[in-house]
């Protein structure tokens, strides 16, 4: 199975709610990142967390990172109608020089 | 934005014709990828290069070929199409980390997309 497996698959929020996502992983990582995807596009890196970080913002975005659960969260906060789209967690393990992308979470965001 | 095309965007072909979906990037990164990913679904890594002349099989058989004979450039074929071949091809390119083949530390830039509908 995938290294990366998200959590909700799908999320239907109102706008300006707090919509969180999160992703786990088996093995050890050399870095996590996180992905979105619009509808029939590519996908657009949003940020970057390293194995020794805990906790990063970028803008409305905050993601955090437990190595010791091998779990990722990403939080967007005031949630935005165009925020609508798929978000994926991409790991890039210890081993293997590629990396790995989850399932994705389906995010709505109603007006 | 990122500096990385794939055309056609969407195409529509009959069964048995030979395709060749188009990748090039401007940024001169060393690594390409090609994805298959199905409406809805997860991402499967079928291709990668890490520069000229080099190419591997991803995680997804595949019954398509790639070739890698300038940076730039990083095109798909398949030589008899079939329906089971209709699904959206992802291109992408990132540079060599900091280890070279060994990290994959960097950003990972996605074109957007080619739509391929086998009838």
């Known amino acids: 199975s995938q290294q990366g497996e998200e959590d909700p698959q799908a999320l239907s929020i109102q706008e300006g709610e707090n919509a969180t996502m999160n992703c786990s992983y088996k093995?050890?990582?050399?870095?996590l990142q996180w992905y979105r995807q619009n509808s029939g596009r590519g996908l657009v890196h949003l940020i970057l967390?390293?194995?020794?970080?805990r906790e990063k913002h970028s803008g409305r975005l905050r993601v955090t990172l437990d190595t010791s659960k091998k779990s990722s969260s990403l939080l967007i906060t005031a949630s935005r109608a165009a925020d609508t789209a798929s978000y994926f967690c991409a790991t890039d393990p210890r081993r293997g020089g590629k990396l790995i992308f989850g399932q994705g979470t389906e995010l709505s965001v109603k007006p | 934005e990122a500096d990385i095309y794939q055309t056609p965007r969407y195409l529509v072909i009959g069964t048995g014709k030979k395709i060749t979906l188009e990748c090039s990037q401007t940024m001169g990164h060393d690594k390409m990828y090609w994805y298959q990913q199905d409406p809805g679904m997860e991402l499967h890594l079928i291709h990668y290069s890490y520069g000229v002349n080099s190419t591997e099989k991803g995680d997804l058989s595949s019954e398509s070929t790639v070739s890698r004979i300038r940076t730039e450039h990083f095109p798909l074929t398949l030589e008899s199409a079939r329906p089971s071949h209709t699904s959206q091809y992802l291109c992408a390119s990132s540079p060599l980390g900091p280890s070279g083949k060994g990290q994959a530390g960097n950003t990972i830039y996605f074109g957007e997309g080619s739509w391929l509908t086998v009838v």
């Open positions: 967390i390293r194995s020794n970080e």
């Open positions: 093995t050890s990582i050399n870095n």
